[in-house]
T-cell receptor, first 116, second 112 residues
Framework: SQTIHQWPATLVQPVGSPLSLECTVEGTSNPNLYWYRQAAGRGLQLLFYSVGIGQISSEVPQNLSASRPQDRQFILSSKKLLLSDSGFYLC???????????????FGEGSRLTVL | GENVEQHPSTLSVQEGDSAVIKCTYSDSASNYFPWYKQELGKRPQLIIDIRSNVGEKKDQRIAVTLNKTAKHFSLHITETQPEDSAVYFCAASEGGADGLTFGKGTHLIIQP
């Protein structure tokens, strides 16, 4: 069966420090991968998605970047964090079968980032 | 792009009563409509979904209805229980690589 892991689960970072969140998927190949952010008490905002290695699409211009160095690895980064980057970051994947996106999105456990 | 509106933002019901959450979407090409449940501090979990070739789908105490003409869909929870308390998100997708567009969520509170 497929599983998705992301880490770290919690981190507290000072303003201006770098960030790296990592996500890996097991049990599937060539998934679509996503990074969402959820501010406190708010909805889910799509930040980036990737349909393959090295292919990144950005949905919202911001202080963050994403990379996909391997088929089942997705990384969210920042060179200098802002206070507004605080939130709950969720990695997700969806299966592609016979070239068709199934639509079903499965989330990782989430990474809670507090920027002070 | 797609826009999904969700109402109400907060819903409080007595235990045992029914709860209904409604969503509307803007893109007539959307064909997949899932619902997610998110407990406090946890990840959203898919609880039920419906595709545009179906008008209604039921799974035990939860059901989803879809009206493609009016571009709205609803989540129905019957015989609510304390463990139903959570934030519920609706979403829509036209099947593209950019995944789901989510509503802003409904905080469902089950009163004992």
């Amino acid at each position: 069966s497929q599983t998705i892991h992301q880490w770290p689960a919690t981190l507290v970072q000072p303003v201006g420090s770098p960030l790296s969140l990592e996500c890996t998927v097991e049990g599937t190949s060539n998934p679509n991968l996503y990074w969402y952010r959820q501010a406190a008490g708010r909805g889910l905002q799509l930040l980036f998605y990737s349909v393959g290695i090295g292919q990144i699409s950005s949905e919202v211009p911001q202080n963050l970047s994403a990379s996909r160095p391997q088929d089942r690895q997705f990384i969210l980064s920042s060179k200098k964090l802002l206070l507004s980057d605080s939130g709950f970051y969720l990695c997700a994947w969806t299966a592609v079968r016979a070239g068709v996106y199934t639509g079903e999105l499965f989330f990782g456990e989430g990474s809670r980032l507090t920027v002070l | 792009g797609e826009n999904v509106e969700q109402h109400p933002s907060t819903l409080s019901v007595q235990e045992g009563d029914s709860a209904v959450i409604k969503c509307t979407y803007s893109d007539s090409a959307s064909n997949y409509f899932p619902w997610y449940k998110q407990e406090l501090g946890k990840r959203p979990q898919l609880i039920i979904d419906i595709r545009s070739n179906v008008g209604e789908k039921k799974d035990q105490r939860i059901a989803v209805t879809l009206n493609k003409t009016a571009k709205h869909f609803s989540l129905h929870i019957t015989e609510t229980q304390p463990e139903d308390s959570a934030v519920y998100f609706c979403a829509a997708s036209e099947g593209g690589a950019d995944g789901l567009t989510f509503g802003k969520g409904t905080h469902l509170i089950i009163q004992p």
